[in-house]
Structure formats: C-alpha cells, structure tokens
C-alpha cells in the first residue's frame, strides 16, 4: 500500500508518517521544505499543480490530507489565509484527486484530518456529540475545516471520491507546539522545575472541560479509517471523556512536583469559550478502533520531553 500524507512534518503528521511506516505501507510524505521519514515530496497546498505533481509521484492509495493552519488564534487573525489554506487546498486536492482518477483509473481513498470546531457553541445537554449534531463553527477556523468536509462529503455522493472526514476533537502528545495549553503548562513547569523561570503559572481559563486524546491514539484512527472507514462518512475521533483544563494543570504539577502560583493571563483567554464540549467516538470503535494511551501516560510523556528540553536549556547558560 501507498500513502501520501499532506502536512506530513506537523503535529500529527510526523506522528502518522511513524505509524504507516510502522504498518509496512511505502510512504510518501508531502510537506514543507522540512523533510520526514519515508519519502519526502515538496508540495504547497495553496497550489494546484504543486498538488497534482505530488499526486502523480506518490501513486496513493491512500492520501490522508493533515496540511493546514492547526493553530486557533492565528487562524483567527489570518481569516483569509486560513480559508485558501483549510478550504481551498481541500478543494485543491479533491480536484487533483478527480483528474489523477480520471486518467490512471485508480481511485485513492482520501482520510480528512477536520476538527471538532466545527460544532460551535453547543448546549451541554447536547454532549456527547455525535457526527450527526448540527454544524455551526463560530470562527475561521472552525468555518474553514467545515467548508473542508462539505466538500470531501459533496465529491463522495457526486463524483464518487472516496473521501471520509475524521473529525477530531483535542489532541496530545510528544512533539505538539508550545503554543497548545498541554505543552505550554509543560513547559512552563519544567522551566521552574529547572530554575529557569519564577515559579508563577501563566494561565488561561481552567473551567472548560474537553476530550482529550494523545495524538498517538489519533493517527491510529485515521490508519483505522483508511482500512474500513466508509467513503461518504464522518466519524469523530475522540476519548468520549470530559476532562477540565484545571485538572490537566494538577496533574502536571503533581508529576512536576514543584509549587508554584496559578495566575490568570487575559492575553489567553478564548472568546466564544464553551465549559464543556467533548464527543461520542461509538462509530469509530464499531470498526475496531480502541484508544490505548491513558491521560496519566500521555501526560508524563510531555512533561518528560519538556524537562529534557529545559534542562538542555539549562546546561546552555551555565
């Protein structure tokens, strides 16, 4: 089997990329200029030629499309760019997808990566949510990665594509960018556990309650997908459990074992802000699919990549 995987030195790409390679599929990944394991293909997702010349090289059976702005806040202060990057690149590469189809008369099945944003602002009473609750995203972001589904599920009843849309809710684990709540309380704590920092937390709200889901966990239900998912179909990808941001941060401290003063930071604050929000993930486990890193595991891990981190930093100054 061959996989090209879009945005496959981000996040959950690299992630992703491990695991396939790990699966004995040949892999091919498209990204940046950064390289990744397996093959590495220069491809720009704001151009369709760039996208179609990846297609043409790579040969998928599979193409799980993870490129796009990941990142919240800056989606939301780049609205445009955000649309031509998580709208437009999907619309990109479905039409790239057509036309490889059309003259090799292979049809790769398409996994996109979308996000629990596009729910909205949901009522309480409404969770767990299931992939059949209404759409209504509230930002860029969350109107980009629906305008992304609308057209994978509109090319699957159409034209036949076989695309199928994993919509995910939080994500965790090794490697995630600081600017995530997970790793910035980590590294925040592995900074004064090192002498690095005063030991004040910086935080922002600590009341939402979210599904969190190591990224591990994550990727394996996009590989699920790809092997029995449904063309046509949406599934979420979630723990199905609600866990307070307050309580991630005891966690961590309890793991740190520092003490430290929790102040809020208005600059983190999130407007729109929904206290809880997490999903019904029974679609995806009907295919098999179970999560097997627990949250305690998840948490050690990031906090032991953060301490590794500071504790280089530390050794640079001395």
């Not at 996040?11 to 699966?23: I, P, T």
């Amino acid at each position: 089997m061959r996989a090209l995987v879009t945005g496959a030195n981000g996040f959950a790409g690299r992630h992703l990329v491990h695991v396939l390679v790990e699966d004995g599929y040949d892999v091919f990944g498209a990204s940046g200029p950064a390289r990744v394991d397996g093959y590495h293909l220069h491809l720009d997702i704001t151009n369709s030629e760039s996208i179609a010349r990846s297609i043409a090289e790579s040969k998928p059976d599979v193409i799980f499309h993870l490129a796009g702005q990941a990142f919240v806040p800056t989606a939301i202060a780049h609205p445009l760019e955000t649309y031509d990057v998580n709208a437009m690149g999907t619309f990109r590469l479905l039409e790239a997808v057509q036309d490889y189809s059309g003259r090799s008369k292979v049809a790769p099945k398409i996994v996109l990566a979308s996000s629990a944003s596009v729910y909205g602002r949901v009522a309480e009473a409404m969770n767990p949510l299931r992939e059949d609750y209404p759409i209504s995203p509230v930002d860029a972001y969350g109107a980009s990665k629906a305008a992304a589904e609308v057209a994978c599920l509109a090319a699957a009843r159409s034209y036949g594509v076989k695309a199928i849309v994993a919509r995910s809710f939080n994500h965790i684990g090794p490697i995630q960018d600081k600017r995530f709540v997970v790793p910035s309380f980590a590294a925040q704590l592995a900074r004064i556990k090192c002498n690095l920092d005063e030991p004040v937390m910086h935080v922002g709200s600590l009341d939402a309650e979210r599904d969190f889901l190591d990224v591990r966990d994550v990727v394996r239900a996009y590989a699920a997908l790809a092997q029995s998912g449904a063309p046509g179909e949406i599934y979420n990808v979630c723990s199905g459990v609600p866990v307070s941001i307050k309580t991630i941060l005891r966690h961590l401290i309890e793991i740190a074992r520092v003490p430290v003063e929790v102040r809020e930071d208005p600059s983190k604050l999130r407007a729109a802000e929904v206290r809880q929000f997490y999903g019904d993930n029974s679609k995806l486990r009907a295919l098999g699919w179970r999560p097997t890193f627990s949250l305690e595991r998840s948490l050690n891990e990031i906090f032991a990549e953060a301490l590794t981190e500071a504790e280089q930093q530390t050794e640079s100054v001395r």
